[in-house]
C-alpha cells in the first residue's frame, strides 16, 4: 500500500474549515492507504505558546482525530515532537535547500510582514515540513491549497538528494481536498477564509463550540438582501459559504443543494443548516468527550503510536544519514 502522511498544527481550536477541508476525509484513506497522521506541534513554535495551552491542543487533535473516525491501531496519529527523526533529518535537508528557494514560499512571505517575531524558524519551516513527509516514504499528501507550495518544495529537495546520493527518498505528490470545502470563508467575512486564529469568533464555528454557540453563529452570519438561496461567489458570498458548508456535511452537489431550498426564506434556509451542523459535530463531540474521559486510553495510543512512527522514520533516517556519511 501506498503512503498517505499529512498533519495538523496544533495552534487554536480546531474549525469546521479543518475538519470539512481535511481530517473528515482522512479516515476514509484508510483502506486504500497507510495513513500517518501527525500533530505538528514543533511548527507550532514559530509563534508562542502558552505551554500547558500547546499541551492540550496537541491532545486535543490526537483525540478528534480518533473521533472523526481515524482507527488508531490501523492509522498511525502521534505527536511529532515524540519523533526526534524529525529535527534531524530537518537540519540535513536544510543544508540541501537554498536561501533563495525558502524566501520565495507565500506562506514565509506573509508570516513575516506585520510580525514582531520573523525568528528562523519561519524561514526553515517548510524544511522542517519536508522532512515529515520524506521520513515516511510518503506517496500522497492531502493538503489546503495553501500548503501545496511547500508540497512541492518537499518534492524538490527529495529529487535534488536522490540526484546527488541514489534513490532514497520518495517523491511525493500533493493532493487538495474537493475545491469547495477547502476554501471555506468566515462566517461574518465571507470573502475570507475561515481561520482557526481569527479575531471574530462569530466567523468560525469551532469543532467543540456547544449547540447555543453553533446556532448563534449561523443565524448571525452575513447573507444578502435578495432573499434567494443559490451559489455565487461574486455576488452572494455569504450564501454560498453557506451553502458550500451545506454541500460538504450531506455530500449533496451545489445544484442538489440549491434544489433543497429553492423556495426558502433565509430564515429556513438556517434553520436547516443548523439541523445539519449540529447532526454532524453531536456525535463528533460525543465521542471527544468519551476519550476525554478516558486520560489511560489515550495516554497509551499517544505513546504506542508515537513508537510505531519512530520505526519507520528511524529507517529512512538511518538511510539518508549513511548516504552522508554521517551517524552510526
Ligand atoms: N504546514 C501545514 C499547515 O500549516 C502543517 C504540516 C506540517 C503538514 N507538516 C506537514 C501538512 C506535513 C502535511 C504534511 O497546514
Redesign the pocket.
Known amino acids: 500500500m501506498k503512503t498517505v502522511?499529512?498533519?495538523?498544527?496544533p495552534t487554536g481550536n480546531l474549525g469546521l474549515g479543518n475538519y470539512l477541508g481535511a481530517f473528515k476525509a482522512w479516515g476514509n484513506l484508510q483502506n486504500e492507504y497507510t495513513c500517518i497522521y501527525?500533530v505538528?506541534d514543533l511548527?507550532a513554535l514559530t509563534i508562542r505558546n502558552d505551554p500547558q495551552t500547546l499541551k492540550e491542543n496537541s491532545r486535543k487533535i490526537i483525540m478528534l482525530y480518533m473521533a472523526a473516525g481515524i482507527d488508531p491501531q490501523k492509522s498511525i496519529i502521534y505527536l511529532q515532537s515524540h519523533v526526534p527523526a524529525h529535527s534531524q533529518l530537518s537540519w540535513i535537508l536544510g543544508c540541501h535547500s537554498y536561501m533563495g528557494e525558502l524566501s520565495r514560499m507565500t506562506q514565509y512571505k506573509e508570516k513575516s510582514e506585520n510580525n514582531e517575531n520573523v525568528n528562523a524558524g519561519l524561514f526553515t519551516?517548510p524544511v522542517?515540513?519536508a522532512a515529515?513527509?520524506l521520513l515516511y516514504n510518503t506517496h500522497v499528501?492531502p493538503?489546503?491549497e495553501?500548503?501545496i507550495q511547500?508540497?512541492e518544495l518537499a518534492r524538490d529537495i527529495a529529487l535534488r538528494f536522490n540526484n546527488i546520493y541514489g534513490n532514497i527518498l520518495v517523491v511525493p505528490e500533493a493532493k487538495t481536498a474537493s475545491k469547495l470545502t477547502a476554501r471555506l470563508k468566515g462566517l461574518q467575512n465571507p470573502t475570507k477564509k475561515m481561520d482557526k486564529s481569527t479575531k471574530d469568533p462569530l466567523d468560525t464555528i469551532f469543532l467543540l463550540d456547544t449547540e447555543a454557540e453553533i446556532t448563534k453563529k449561523i443565524k448571525r452570519a452575513v447573507t444578502d438582501s435578495e432573499a434567494r438561496v443559490y451559489y455565487d461567489t461574486e455576488n452572494k458570498p455569504g450564501i454560498s459559504n453557506l451553502l458550500a458548508i451545506y454541500a460538504a456535511i450531506t455530500n449533496k452537489t451545489i445544484e442538489d443543494s440549491e434544489l433543497d431550498f429553492q423556495n426558502k426564506s433565509y430564515g429556513d434556509f438556517k434553520q436547516s443548516l443548523i439541523e445539519v451542523v449540529l447532526g454532524e459535530l453531536n456525535p463528533l463531540q460525543k465521542e471527544f468527550n468519551r476519550l476525554s474521559q478516558d486520560t489511560a486510553y489515550v495516554d497509551n495510543i499517544i505513546i504506542k503510536n508515537a513508537q510505531r512512527a519512530e520505526e519507520i522514520a528511524e529507517k529512512t533516517l538511518a538511510k539518508v544519514q549513511n548516504a552522508l556519511g554521517i551517524g552510526k
Open positions: 502522511f499529512s498533519g495538523i498544527k501527525s505538528v511548527h519551516y522542517l515540513m515529515d513527509i499528501v493538503v489546503g495553501d500548503q511547500h508540497v
